[in-house]
Nanobody, 123 residues
């Protein structure tokens, strides 16, 4: 029973990446899913969250208008499309699951975590 984040990499400023969060051993349908990130020396930060229906979403102010979260319950996947990437977006990105229909922002509200994927924005 685990989550797995993937899709990170090295990208130039202004570029795009799509992160994927997959689940094995359980269905994501019943879980709100969030993306968090953690840069070296900084606290883990909530980036985005999506409720079970896909209609309830949350974005941190720093990524609004640039990132889009979506989910495909049939494929048991959640995605984070990241456009117009900036150096400040460099971090390890984690996906996390919460057994609730609605989102939350605190890491302590999520009880399942995947291993992170590194995103580096640099020229």
């Amino acid at each position: 029973v685990q989550l797995q984040a993937s899709g990170g990499g090295l990208v130039q400023p202004g570029g795009s990446l799509r992160l994927s969060c997959s689940a094995s051993g359980f269905r994501l349908n019943y879980y709100s899913i969030a993306w968090f990130r953690q840069a070296p020396g900084k606290e883990r930060e909530g980036v985005s969250c999506i409720g079970t229906s896909g209609k309830n979403t949350f974005y941190a102010d720093s990524v609004k208008g640039r990132f889009t979260i979506s989910r495909d319950n049939a494929k048991n996947m959640v995605y984070l499309r990241m456009n117009s990437l900036e150096s400040e977006d460099t971090a390890v990105y984690f996906c996390a699951a919460r057994l609730s229909t609605v989102c939350a922002t605190a890491p302590t509200s999520f009880d399942r975590w995947g291993q992170g994927t590194q995103v580096t924005v640099s020229s």
